[in-house]
């Protein structure tokens, strides 16, 4: 058995039989968890097309994975990294829940160590051993053994002992922890091209949200849209939860109604504007909640008072993950999340808003006056029905 720290897929998986995946935080959700690892199992499932595999079981406490070659070993392994909800995930070796089966099978996985540490645990307790006897006993057998037991060594071999079967793996790797995706409902996400919007739906997945995208842009044409770097990021964000939907939506009709108002409230307005226009989509759409990528202070448009004028009557329950972060932590997440190159890249915003110099304490009442100033409802209303909507399946 090749050592761990080669690339996957120049890893050789003979001596296993299968790849075990351990749930996060859904294993303590009690009621809810049939319904919970049913998601889970979906996402999983939807993530491995392409990959294959003899067959995929799901049991009480864990699914187990028998992929078909190595390269399904590589392959599956590299997508159960991108799967939220998933607490570690390893290439196992399955034996008989014996105490002479697993002494005798351990030999198979352990390669050329020499000394390695036990690590045993039963989910079953009705075996006629304890994790304590069989490590006692692996000490006992340790003259028939390549390898010497030593409680120090950084080698390891867990054994997992379930009632007939026990699981042995040389590694725990971790998983991106969180929800499934789609267990906590679906939300709309204001999407721009900028670092914290992709960062923040990121986060809203790992809370198993499932997002529809809204894009607010300034092209001509919705296809010119589609083609920049929203797609680019949207495709990076697929890569954890790879069926996604977009709506993208021309900024005009708001920026020509937007020329009758003083330009320094209208970047709150066009939040304003856009929080209309999340709900009016989320009517479409059977949605619950509305993300966006604000930070409190980190802009002129994101003091408290802009915030709270901007949200003033959306009566859906706006998701803001990134409301503590400074933006260095931002930009950390955004660069191991894999959007931040492809943000920081030239994007044509919806310029004529960013430019200005906005106010930075705008009242409820007035935003409501300038809305009312311009027919907001008419102006959300001739934005969506330029829309185009385009699902991918990635
Ligand atoms: P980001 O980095 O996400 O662009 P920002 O720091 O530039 O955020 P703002 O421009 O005030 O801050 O945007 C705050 C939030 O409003 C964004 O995170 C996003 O959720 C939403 N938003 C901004 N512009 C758009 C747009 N053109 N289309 C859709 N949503 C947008
Ligand atoms: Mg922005």
Not at 189 to 196: R, T
Not at 340 to 364: E, L, N, Q
Request: charged share 25%.
């Amino acid at each position: 058995m090749p050592e761990c720290a080669l690339a996957d897929g120049l890893m050789d998986f003979k001596g296993f039989d299968c790849i075990v995946i351990h749930f996060g935080e859904i294993s303590i959700k009690g009621n809810n968890k049939p319904d919970f690892t049913k998601r889970l199992y979906a996402n999983i499932k939807h993530m491995l097309e392409g990959v294959e595999y003899e067959k995929f079981e799901t049991l009480r406490d864990r699914f187990v994975l028998y992929p078909k070659n190595n390269n399904g070993y590589a392959r599956s392994l590299e997508r159960l990294g991108r799967v939220f909800g998933l607490s570690w995930y390893a290439p196992a070796l399955i034996s008989e829940s014996s105490m002479d089966s697993i002494i005798e099978n351990s030999e198979k996985i352990i390669g050329n160590e020499e000394t390695v540490k036990i690590i045993a645990h039963r989910s079953y307790k009705g075996l006629d051993f304890t994790s304590t006897e069989l490590i006692g006993e692996f000490i006992n057998r340790e003259k028939e053994l390549r390898f010497s037991i030593d409680k120090n060594s950084n080698s390891k071999l867990y054994i997992s002992i379930t009632k007939d079967r026990a699981y042995m793996t040389r590694e725990r790797r971790a998983g991106l922890g969180g929800l499934p995706v789609g267990s906590s409902g679906r939300a709309i996400s204001l999407f721009s091209g900028g670092i914290d919007s992709p960062v923040a739906s990121y986060f809203a997945m790992k809370k198993g949200l499932e997002l529809v995208y809204v894009h607010v842009h300034a092209f001509s044409d919705n296809e010119e849209a589609a083609g920049s770097k929203i797609n680019g990021l949207l495709q990076i964000l697929g890569r954890y939860y790879n069926s996604i939907r977009v709506y993208y939506v021309p900024a005009y009709p708001f920026q020509s109604a937007a020329m009758r108002i003083p330009h320094r409230f209208e970047l709150v307005l066009f939040k304003r504007f856009m929080f209309r226009l999340a709900e009016r989509i989320s009517d479409i759409e059977g949605t619950d909640a509305i993300v966006t990528g604000e930070s409190l202070g980190q802009v002129a448009s994101q003091t408290l008072k802009n915030m709270a004028s901007s949200q003033s009557g959306t009566k859906q329950f706006i998701f803001r993950p990134l409301i503590g972060f400074d933006k260095n932590e931002i930009i950390e997440y955004a660069k191991s999340i894999g959007t931040y190159d492809m943000s920081i890249g030239r994007y044509k915003d919806v310029c004529s808003i960013s430019s200005i110099r906005p106010a930075t304490g705008t009242s409820i009442g007035l935003i409501d006056r300038l809305c009312g100033s311009i027919s907001m409802d008419e102006v959300v209303g001739r934005a969506l029905n330029l829309a185009m909507r385009k699902d991918y399946k990635l």
